[in-house]
């Protein structure tokens, strides 16, 4: 069965500050990887996706993630906050379950930005 | 804004009654999924729809049923509310049967039982 992980489930940062969010996934194969952002109010946004190749994967807004096999990770980056950043932020698996695809979506991280 | 329309946007009801949620995939997409997302379970799989047919089936409660009509868009009928099934219940839209990773969310229905 596939899982995520994900252990922070507030984080608060400065505006223009570095950012990571952390994601530990489970599953038997290589697996594809996401991080969704969802604003108030709004339905889930993706902003990046792993499949395989170059394990640091850029995505919309800033955002990238690295793939990290060896310990089943897929961390989301960003350089520097922005207010607008505010949000919940979903990390998923994807793979084979029971004869279909099938997405895995962790519990989510709250971001918080303060001036 | 995704292309995904759902109604309504809040609904209040109260134990025991039924409610339907609809969805309007965005145009060119066959595939219809539900989530109902809470603050226990997170984000959770209830079912796919492909062009009609019933597809993938997730955690979906016996007393929730959906359907996907001729025009592709979607109900998801849940019956003998309790107030566990309070939640956002979000629907995505992908063009392919196995396109599930290329969906599309809806802005979601926020489902409140009391």
């Known amino acids: 069965a596939q899982s995520v992980t994900q252990p922070d489930i507030h984080i608060t940062v400065s505006e223009g500050a570095s950012l990571e969010l952390r994601c530990n996934y489970s599953y038997g194969a290589t697996p594809y990887l996401f991080w969704y952002v969802q604003s108030p109010g709004q339905g889930l946004q993706l902003l990046l996706k792993?499949?395989?190749?170059?394990?640091l994967v850029q995505g919309i807004k800033g955002f990238e993630a690295e793939f990290k096999r060896s310990q089943s990770s897929f961390n989301l980056r960003k350089p520097s906050v922005h207010w607008s950043d505010a949000a919940e932020y979903f990390c998923a698996v994807g793979g084979l379950s029971g004869g279909y695809q099938k997405v895995t979506f962790g519990t989510g991280t709250k971001l918080q930005v303060i001036p | 804004d995704s292309g995904v329309t759902q109604t309504p946007k809040h609904l209040i009801t109260a134990t025991g009654q039924r409610v339907t949620l609809r969805c309007s995939p965005r145009s060119g997409d066959l595939s219809v999924y539900w989530y109902q997302q809470s603050l226990d379970q997170g984000l959770q799989f209830l079912i796919q729809?492909?062009?009609?047919?019933?597809?993938a089936k997730g955690n979906i409660l016996e007393r929730f049923s959906a359907q996907q009509f001729p025009d592709l868009h979607s109900e998801l009928n849940l019956s003998s509310l309790e107030l566990g099934d309070s939640a956002l219940y979000f629907c995505?839209?992908?063009?392919?049967?196995?396109?599930?990773?290329?969906?599309?969310f809806g802005p979601g229905t926020r489902l409140t039982v009391t």
């Open positions: 995505a839209s992908s063009v392919g049967a196995d396109s599930i990773y290329e969906q599309y």
């Open positions: 792993y499949f395989s190749g170059d394990t």
């Open positions: 729809y492909y062009n009609g047919e019933e597809r």
